[in-house]
């Protein structure tokens, strides 16, 4: 009995000393992580609790982190990551420790914008973590070097979403270079694939195509059959916008054999993409009733997509175009004209998600910025306590002096920060009100399809065609807060063909002062046209021989873009109609004066217009005064 009590005695004891246990650097050093799961690396973490001073908790965070990412649970990875910045933050860190805990920086973040990327569709925030993960490999250049094309990769990646093709085209050249990355197929594929497309945006076809060809050689390496057939629909895409529609018809059939070939297990956006210009192939072999059919499937499948980004906007935007041809070879005016609404709402939802995911980051950024400001002060005031205590009145007005002094700085930082964010609300304002636009000029618009389909004119579906082609052109410029004045009296000169030759039957003169380089003058965009619409709409309306005069001149000394606009319609005094529209601030006339008031503050110029009679009872003129800035 006495011996059995003794050997548990002795076990208890082992189990004692095993569990407390002081582990070497060395040790730590050693223990395999490669491939590890959760029970080895528990052990791993027992082992750095054992002594504070041991190095290889970001190594721990970084594992965990990498284990999740493969199990595929973003949640928990942005758990263990998160931690580990936190850690990371601790200022109780020697600057040794530090430095040697940093090296893990990069895949942290790497890891955490790969899943905001991938499950959370927060392309923003995951491009804030992937260029803190670039600085990383600056400050560490000779270690881990390996997972750095993958870091660029998903930067590209993630520029492209958001629409930043100029740099997703930077990134994307730069892993073109990179000979090892792109001896991976599964690698190489995409990069090609994402080439093609900036290539196609940029107008170089010859180079997309090269491209895109390449992509889906890589593919077929390793069978990713739904990557082959996205490269198809891209050389479809190209053909048909180029109106070279065999060429079209036959990259999208490509596309259909390869999804029958070898169907997915789930749908993705790609495969939808591949249905909708399948349903382009039928319309064009004249089967429109199967057409039409397959293009309300795939729009009914899509629409239960709530977050409308980039591709989502394309796809849906594609498939209506297709559906409104079809119903325009069958004569069906009134879907036509229920198809052009929904496309309209589809858009404006778009744009409104785009706008409200701004103001959301901008109102993060504030609170986090004024919760920093207040420890800021808690700790300078506590700072200050304990100075007063400890030296008293020698060192009191020294101390006066430097609170003052941080003061006067504070002040400064918060006038600055407080610029900054007005600039960036007014130009959040300023993408509002161009937004606000073009509903209106769209609500316009309609209004002509439907007074057109009313009538059964036959030029109902040309009218649609080209409409549809000036709405794309000003839905690009209105996302922008300068464009070229080449690209704004494009869009202008468009609307007033659209106008003169389907709405209402007028005549128009475009003069542009010659010394102007429109292409190197950048303006505020649709401060133009609306003046043009209401001429149109009620200053030319019942006019037979109407005539609308723009005149184009540049003020270099004030920077000012001097817009006059003049018709010979029936003037201000003879029309109550008028009057509500232009005098007395419509809907878009109080959009352009706040627009003119904001730019006229933001860029300290004279901004305005004036609208006056031209001869008393007939005619008027508006003379837009407009800011610019240069290209260069």
Known sequence: MKKILILLLLISTHKSIAQHRVYTQKEVDSFKLRGAKPPQLEQFKSMLES?????????????????????????????????????????????????EEGKYL?????????????????????????????NEIDKYPNYNSKVNPWIIASLAGNYLRMGDKKKAFEYRLSLAKDSSYMAIPSEAAPTYN???ILYDEFGKKDSALYYYRKSIKNRLKYDHFTGVS?????????????????SAVYYYEKSKENLDQHPPSNYSISTYFTLSNYNYVLLKRGKIDEA??????????????????????????AAMDYLMEAYAKKGRTEKIFEVAKAKSVMLEKFIQQTLDEKLRELNIAYEVKE?????????????????????????????????ALIIGISILVFRQKKLKSKYETANLKQRLLRSQLNPHFVFNALSTVSSLASRNSENTSKYIAKLSSLIRLILKNSR?????????????????????????K?????????????????????????????????????????????????????????CTISDNGIGLSETSKFNNAIKHESFSGEILKERLQIYAKSLNKEAKYTIEEVVEGRGIEVVIWLPYITES
């Open 371 to 403: 919760k920093d400001q207040s420890i800021e002060k808690l700790e300078a005031i506590t700072a200050e306590q304990e100075t007063i205590i400890n030296q008293r009145n020698i060192i009191t007005v020294a101390l006066f002096g430097l609170l």
């Open 506 to 562: 007028f005549s128009y003169i475009l003069d542009i002062d010659k010394d102007i380089d429109k292409e190197e003058i950048l303006i505020p965009p649709m401060f133009i046209q609306p003046f043009i619409e209401n001429s149109i709409e009620h200053g030319l309306r019942d006019v037979d021989d109407g005539v609308i005069n723009v005149e184009i001149r540049l003020d270099k000394k004030n920077k000012l873009i001097i």
């Open 230 to 246: 996205a490269a198809y629909n891209n050389m479809g895409d190209l053909f048909r916008e180029e109106g070279i529609v065999d």
């Open 292 to 317: 039409i059919d397959g293009l309300e499937t795939v729009l009914d499948s899509i629409s239960r997509i709530e977050k409308i980004d980039e591709n989502i906007k394309s796809l849906n935007s």
């Open 106 to 134: 990069k895949e942290i973040y790497l890891y955490m914008g790969m899943v905001l990327t991938d499950y959370k569709k927060d392309y923003r925030k995951s491009t804030e973590y992937l260029l803190k993960s670039v």
């Open 480 to 504: 922008e807060e300068f464009i070229s004045l080449e690209d704004e009296l494009q869009s202008v000169e468009d609307y007033l063909e659209l106008q003169s030759n389907f709405s209402q």
């Open 51 to 99: 002594d504070e001073a041991l190095v290889g908790w970001m190594n721990y965070y970084r594992q965990m982190s990498y284990h999740y990412l493969r199990e595929r649970k973003p949640d928990s990875l942005l758990l263990y990551a998160t931690e580990g910045l936190q850690f990371f933050e601790n200022k109780n860190l020697s600057p040794e420790k530090r430095t």
């Open 194 to 196: 994402h080439l093609g």
